[in-house]
């Protein structure tokens, strides 16, 4: 089964920045998830599993992208996945990834720049 | 006259994440947008910015937002500016900041999950 993560992040927050400010506890939970793609080889596993082909991609599908060691890749995507951004559902050998594509919805609508 | 900051990032990148995988330049160059957000005091700090009126900002209008020196918003300040995720002027007493509408937009356009 795939681990159920806290959707308060999503359920919750936040109009766009630009309309009104953050409160503490919007601002806290948002700059989790910033800092979980604060790392180019995170955006690029993100980027990677995002636009695989069926939306989901295994270890099996992303190592090769990178000049890094398996385990290496492994803790990215465990801070990926602990992050909320990403789900992980094993299938017999490999764990699929994919994006949960409502936490993306909601980063891009708060950083929606005000009207001009 | 405020510091003119290199629009690299806002002209070359990028397609959704979903779209297409983010090469290892445009990974690093919107990371470390994401790392300057990684913090709560940050984001908060920005979306005062985004959302006063008239679209800016002195440290004046900023300080009573939050239980923290001068120095230390000064700080947290300096690091959103040199991101490029805003801009800073000085008028008389004040340095008066700004988001940087396109950079915000950029990053939302990013962020835009795949169409289901």
């Known amino acids: 089964m795939p681990k159920q993560l806290p959707l308060a ?11 009104e400010p953050l409160n503490q506890e919007q601002a806290a939970e948002l700059s989790k998830l ?7 080889v995170r955006l690029r596993l993100l980027s990677l599993i995002a636009s ?10 992303l190592t090769d992208a990178f000049d890094l060691t398996g ?3 492994s803790h990215h995507l465990k801070v ?4 909320g ?8 050998t490999w764990v699929y990834y994919r994006v949960r594509p409502e ?7 708060v950083l929606v720049p005000a009207m001009s």
Chains 1, 2 share one sequence.
């Open 34 to 40: 910033f800092k979980a793609m604060a790392d180019p």
């Open 80 to 83: 990926l996945r602990e992050s």
């Open 71 to 73: 385990p290496t890749i």
């Open 103 to 109: 936490v993306l919805a909601r980063l891009s609508a």
């Open 52 to 61: 695989h082909s069926g939306g989901e991609a295994c270890v099996c599908d």
């Open 85 to 92: 951004l990403i789900t992980g559902e094993r299938r017999g």
């Open 9 to 19: 992040v999503v359920d919750a927050c936040c109009s766009p920045l630009a309309r």
